[in-house]
């Protein structure tokens, strides 16, 4: 997950690039508000998983009374910390941070648990984490997302250059059986790019990074300046994205 850290150390960079990870977190808030308009849902402590000082830490540390963040990189922890010196925030890699169980009323996390190595173990130990009738709210990319930009360079030049996404099915298994419900949804996010340049740098310092099919960096580098010396033109960037809340029973 080194390479992860360093894709969002630049934070002035990742900010440049984040529009379709804003559209998506509004999205999710809005999907949030909706499940949790019941006034009987706990608002004492939450913790946000990819904090990095966003609208929703704001919207966390406006409805809860002790909010916590984490994230792998210590660049956007300065960055949340400055801006909300109330947040209580740690550099950390989720999938190995240990976390109590039924300590969190709610869970939040947008685009960013895709990252993980085992997506159902990095789940169940969040929901884990829930407390009684706590509820857990995340996001991420599924598998049809760049799927057109995938089969354009699969085609010209042999090799799939973009990370492959999970399914809606793999998404949500890591959910306990204790669930009192679980909602789900798919929507489709859009953002065209002057460039394919443009769309590689939005790529690489969102965390959406690139998989070239090789363990040699400087083969990889090789074949990423192929890609951006003959493409041009517009590039068209569809995300398919897994909107997923559940809440445990209690």
Request: proline share 3%; net charge negative.
């Amino acid at each position: 997950m080194k390479g992860v850290a360093n894709s969002f150390s630049k934070s002035q960079r990742y900010l440049q690039h984040r529009f379709i990870q804003e559209q998506v977190e509004k999205k999710l808030l809005l999907l949030l508000e909706q499940t949790m308009s019941d006034a009987n849902y706990h608002r004492v402590r939450a913790l946000e998983v990819g904090c990095v000082g966003s609208t929703s830490t704001r919207w966390l540390l406006d409805r809860y009374s002790l909010v916590e963040g984490v994230d792998i990189s210590e660049g956007q922890g300065l960055r949340a910390m400055q801006q909300y010196p109330e947040l209580q925030f740690r550099v950390a890699d989720i999938a190995k941070e240990e976390l109590p169980p039924n300590q969190f009323d709610l869970i939040f996390s947008s685009m960013c648990l895709h990252w993980v190595d085992s997506l159902e173990q990095t789940v169940a130990k969040l929901f884990n984490a829930l407390a009684p009738g706590g509820v857990l709210a995340y996001a991420l990319p599924l598998q049809d997302s760049l799927k057109e930009i995938s089969a354009t360079l699969q085609e010209r030049y042999g090799y799939m250059p973009i990370n492959q996404f999970p399914n809606m099915l793999d998404a949500r298994i890591g959910i306990g059986f204790d669930a009192r419900s679980v909602d789900y949804a798919c929507f489709w996010f859009e953002q065209r790019f002057e460039s394919m340049k443009l769309f590689f740098e939005h790529f690489r310092t969102t965390g959406t990074n690139t998989y070239l099919g090789e363990s040699n960096l400087a083969m990889r580098a090789s074949k990423l300046r192929q890609v951006l010396s003959q493409e041009v033109g517009e590039v068209n960037a569809r995300y398919q994205i897994g909107f997923i809340i559940a809440v445990k029973e209690g």
